[in-house]
Each structure stands twice: as C-alpha cells, then as structure tokens.
C-alpha cells in the first residue's frame, strides 16, 4: 500500500507492506484523514508515535470501509463504514485498528468529512466533559477557537445550553466561530474582563495561565490541551486556592487501548446522534488526494484556516 | 460570654454578648477548640472571617456540649456532644453553629481531643479523597507531614491501604510520622527520586512545585492546600500534559453551608468509625486555657511541634 511517511524531517508517499489485522483487529481502506497539530510536531522530530503504532507513517484519525477481519473481531462486518483515532498511521491506504477504537460512521455523514470526526470531537468531549465536567448552564471559555478541537467544543458545549466564550486571532474567522454556537467571540487581548467562567479550554498555550486563573469563578476548572504558544508559566497557587480552582492537563495520543476505547463508546452515546441529526458538523477547509501530502501539510502549517485539513487517500 | 478575641494585631480575651441560635442553629458550650495555621494568617489581618462568621473571635473548629437549640433544630439534643467546623468564633466559650455541620463525637473520644479532630480530619479527608480520589495501593506524598493536617492524610491513607511517603522538615518528628502509618519519612530535599506518586497532598507551598509535577504518575494528582512557603512558582504545563496530570487547589473555609455539611456526612461515614475503633487519633502537643490563649498563639507560631495545640475555654 501506498502511504504518507516522514522520511528526514520530510513528508512524502511511500509504498509499505499491507498491513495485516491481529486478534481483535480491524482492516480499514481508508477513504479520508485528518491532519492535525500532532502531525506537524511528529515532522520536526517532537512527537514520536507510542509503541505498536507505525514510527513513520503520521495520521491519528481515519475513516474508511472496512477491509478484513483479525482473529475475534465482531464488532463490524466487511464494508461497514468506520472511523476512529489511532496512535498512528491513519494517513495510508491500509490502516489496523482496534475494534473497539472504532466507531461506526453516522449514515448522514459522508467521506471526507468523517475522516475528520474521531480526532477533534474525541479530544473536545474528553476534556470539557470527562476531565472538566461541563453542566449545563455553565461558561465555557474557548481559546483557540477557530482550531478543529475549538470548533468541536463550541458546538458540544452549545448543545448542552452551555453559554460560550471563544477567543480567536484571526478576525476573518469570528463570523464562522459564532455561527457555530459561541455567544461570544473576543480577541484574545483582554480576554479576563469578560468572566467568570466555569472552565477553561487551553488550546494554545502558557501565555494564558495566569489571565485565565484570574478569569476563572468558584470551583473552576482550566483544560490544557494545546502549548504551541509555549509550555511555562508562571502559576500564583495561593489565587487557584481562593477560586478553588483545578488545572488538568490532558493527551490522547498515549493513553492505552482500554481509554482510549473508553471515549469511543462515549462519543457513539453522546456525540454522534448530533451527526445522525445535523446538529454537529465539522466544518472542512480544503481536502488533499494522497500525492499531495506535502502540499496538505503546508496549508495546515500556514494557518488562518476555519476546519479541516483532509487527505483521502 | 469570654471569647479570644482579635484585636490591633493581638489575640486576647474579651467579654462578648452570648450568641443565640438561629433558625436551625445549635449553641454549643464549647470545651475544646483546635489552633489552625488560619487564625495565624487572621492574626497578620491576612484572612478575614467569612460573611456569617464573627468577624473578631478567631477558631474554625470546636467540640464541646450542645447548651440550645434554635427553630427547627433537630439533629442533636441539649447535652449532647458535637463537633464541627466553623468559619470562624471556634474559640469561645460559645458558639453557635449550624446543625448540619456538627458531627457527633464518637464515646471513644474525649475533650479535648475532639476539639482538633473537625478542621484537619475534614481538610485531609477533602482532599485525598474527594478531591483527589485516592484509591487503595496508590502512593500518596504528603509534605508537611508533621502538621495536623499531615498527620491526619497520613493516617486515613494508611487505612485504606494506600502508601505513604512523607517530607518532614524537622528530623526529630519522623518517628513520630512513621508510627502514624507513613511507609517512607524523608527530607523534602530530592524527594522528587522517590517517586512516582499517584497524589501529593501540598502543605507546604509553591516551592515543591516543580519537583512535584517531575515526582508525578501518569493520572497524578496534585492537591495544594498550604501555600506558607510562598504561593508563585513556574509550571510546565507540557510536563503535566505528559503525565496527564491535575492540579487541585483548596480552601475549606469559604464553602457554603451545603458543602460544609456534605464534608461533615462524609466525615461521620468514612472517619468517625476509626475514631470509635482506635485506628484514628489526633496527636495533641498541648491545652492551653482561653485565659492564656496568646502563650498558646504563640506555641503555634514557633512550630516544631507534632500534633495539634488545642484551646480549653
């Protein structure tokens, strides 16, 4: 099979070996894979993938049709659409997954888009409503917003009938961002004078720690999931203690089978009936056939786009 | 009635009018009442009684007998023996305090041992547990384990089967530490080697911060509560992502009523039963009588002690 491979600090096509499933397994021919920040950190050497993922081929979503079976897999017959996070390689032709890492894909979604579901809509529901414990009712800030896991969160915390507010830097996308469901979107400048709020979603950085703390009401909780602005700041304790505040700093790419399974059976209860009905969407940017993975991987470095970025290869 | 009383930076004792018991309020004869580090700081002006609290009589737990009962109290009869916490005016020869925030005294308990047994029991049960989830065969780090809060984590973690490491700044209280349940004493200097820990219960302040985080297991939890030795440190928000790691910070004293009775129910469920059957104790340094409640501020202030210093008005 043909697939994206970094190769010398480079991303190209290269030809591997089908994989094959084992016990358990599914084979998937993919029909569509999201790129994401991780992808980029994996090309400069920053984010080797976890063990028993392909250490060269990038990709930790896909969608697809499955293609074969392993030993006792019997959750899904050859055929049925697929889709799901991987630990990597999800940006080939073939990809094995785990069973239960998958989920099947709504009818009223169609590729590519579904290829960009599993990676955002995990990340966003695991950390505003597993880690963080959104209700209704509450203030969601989202910093970032414009990003895939910001879009993914705006409109699950809207959903519920929490109220959202989103900070973006890029002003072209303030439109888009409220027409997901944010009731508020700011600059980031200045964003603390517009709180209290119940939870923090961090997709971008240290920068923010201290502002967000201030910004922060009784019992909140701040979700870090993005650093790309930078990793240390500093944290006054003595304000996180007045607020009674947490900070939970999350990945998903590590977590073993059994959670990462875990947020799959979440997302098939509590995400994806909002696809089956239209109330989520995840909105694509621009998609990229597999010969031009470079090309995809430089639009998604350049920024400033609302969406996904999508190889199908 | 004779209160300690706050006065110009000095604690004395005054004459006060007798508080009376409002709508489900009980007026507890108070025989014991535990010095904490927050009448310290109220001492400095530093932490200001809550609304609802005496603003002048300093005191966040008492024991003692119940002498009135306001309308529609129900839980205790006169005579009864109680203790609880209180947002402040523990130490005075009354008190009132709402119902639903007294707890029985086990009859294994005596005065005044049950006077420092509501605020650090609640503090360290709060935090390891509720806070932090605990379970059996995870390792706790407590640092500041001499202290009553110490003394108390180390022992409800040591009852349910968790490990205990503890820091203690002062080599003649290890013994001590130990023989409450701690597995490990050490210097809080390199304790960082002896990980890693599931939680670490901080009373000590932000200096630890940074090796906490290094000392931390995947799924760790940090839970701050002391902050003396200074409140602003540097995090890496990029290391606690790798361990998918937590910060929780703390106060007890600025809960509402709700939140200090569901403390107190979780008290009389979970610790009181180790009271009744010996596996608890609270540790007592020394009483002093209200009338020298500046000599017993003061033995509070020099430290060094193992245990708790209780007042006997």
């Known amino acids: 099979m043909r697939a994206a491979t970094i190769r010398d600090g480079e991303v190209l096509v290269e ?21 994401n920040g991780a992808d980029q950190m994996q090309l400069r050497g920053r ?22 079976l392993g030993d ?9 659409r697929v889709m799901g996070i991987v630990g990597g390689g999800g940006q080939g032709e073939l990809a094995v997954v785990h069973e239960r890492q998958l989920m099947p894909v709504p009818d009223a979604v169609g590729f590519p888009d579904a290829g960009g579901i ?19 009712g509450e203030r969601l800030l989202v910093h970032g917003a414009a990003g895939g896991v910001g879009t993914a ?10 109220h959202v507010t989103a900070t973006v830097r890029n002003p072209d ?71 009674r505040g947490r900070i939970m700093a999350s990945t998903l790419r590590a977590r073993p089978l059994e959670q990462k399974a875990a947020t799959a059976r979440a997302l098939e209860r509590e995400v994806l009936p909002g696809f089956a009905t239209g109330t989520l969407r995840v909105p694509v940017a621009e998609t990229f056939a597999l010969d031009d993975v470079a090309a995809a991987y430089e639009r998604f470095a350049a920024g400033g786009k609302l969406g996904k970025i999508i190889l199908e290869p």
């Open 153 to 162: 969160a705006i409109q699950l915390a809207h959903a519920i009938g929490g």
């Open 15 to 35: 030809e591997h070996p089908d994989p094959e499933p084992g016990a358990g397994q599914v084979l998937v021919r993919v029909r569509a894979a999201g790129l």
């Open 118 to 136: 599993p990676e955002v809509f995990t990340t966003a529901h695991d950390a505003i409503f597993t880690q963080a414990g959104l209700r209704p």
């Open 72 to 80: 006792g897999a019997a959750r899904f017959a050859v055929g049925d």
């Open 47 to 68: 984010y080797p993938a976890p063990a028993g993922s392909p250490p060269d081929i990038p990709g930790l979503e896909l969608a697809g049709e499955v293609a074969g």
């Open 173 to 243: 996308s303030r439109d888009a961002v409220a027409q997901l469901g944010a009731d508020e979107v700011l600059d980031p400048e200045g964003f603390e004078e517009h709180g209290p709020f119940d939870v923090v979603l961090e997709l971008v950085g240290a920068p923010n720690l201290g502002a967000n703390v201030k910004a922060l009401g009784t019992n909140g909780r701040i979700v870090v999931i993005g650093i790309g602005a930078g990793a240390k700041a500093e944290l006054n304790l003595g304000a996180l203690m007045a607020k």
